[in-house]
C-alpha cells in the first residue's frame, strides 16, 4: 500500500504561482513513476504531467509545456508540480498518482495505469 497526501494548493490571481507537493508513504517510492492529473468542475479527470523513476524522464499535457514542471526528490518520498504562468482554466483539484507496475522508462498517461492517489488539492486561478 501506498499513502498519497497532496499539498500546497491554494488561491492565486492568474499569472501567479504555485507549488504542489505529494508527499509518499512508501519504502519503495523510487520504484514508482508518479503523475499529476486534475479534474475541473463539472469535467472528467484529465492527465496534467508524469515523471519517471529516477526523475530523468518527463511528459507533460500540451496546455501546461512551458509553465508546469514536475520533479521528484526520492530522498524524500516526494514528487513536486511547479506551476507557473497560472491560468483561470488551470482552476481544478489536482491529485498525484503512483504507478508501481511499470518500468523505469514507463511514462503513464491514462488514470487506469495508476494504483494509487491522494485525496487532491484545490487550486483557484482568479482572473
Request: aromatic share 12%; glycine share 10%.
Given at each position: 500500500q501506498v499513502q498519497l497526501v497532496e499539498s500546497g494548493g491554494g488561491l492565486v490571481q492568474a499569472g501567479g504561482s504555485?507549488?504542489?507537493?505529494?508527499?509518499?508513504?512508501?519504502?519503495?517510492?523510487?520504484?514508482?513513476?508518479?503523475?499529476?492529473?486534475?479534474q475541473a468542475p463539472g469535467k472528467e479527470r484529465e492527465f496534467v504531467a508524469t515523471i519517471n523513476w529516477t526523475g530523468g524522464l518527463r511528459y507533460y499535457e500540451d496546455s501546461?509545456?512551458?509553465?508546469?514542471?514536475?520533479?521528484?526528490d526520492n530522498a524524500k518520498n516526494t514528487v513536486y508540480l511547479q506551476m507557473n504562468s497560472l491560468k483561470p482554466e488551470d482552476t481544478a483539484v489536482y491529485y498525484c498518482a503512483a504507478d508501481s507496475n511499470g518500468s523505469y522508462l514507463d511514462l503513464p498517461r491514462r488514470d487506469y495505469e495508476y494504483e494509487y492517489w491522494g485525496?487532491?488539492?484545490?487550486?483557484?486561478?482568479?482572473?
Open positions: 504555485l507549488r504542489l507537493s505529494c508527499a509518499a508513504a512508501g519504502r519503495t517510492f523510487r520504484s514508482y513513476a508518479m503523475g499529476w492529473f486534475r501546461v509545456k512551458g509553465r508546469f514542471t514536475i520533479s521528484r485525496q487532491g488539492t484545490q487550486v483557484t486561478v482568479s482572473s
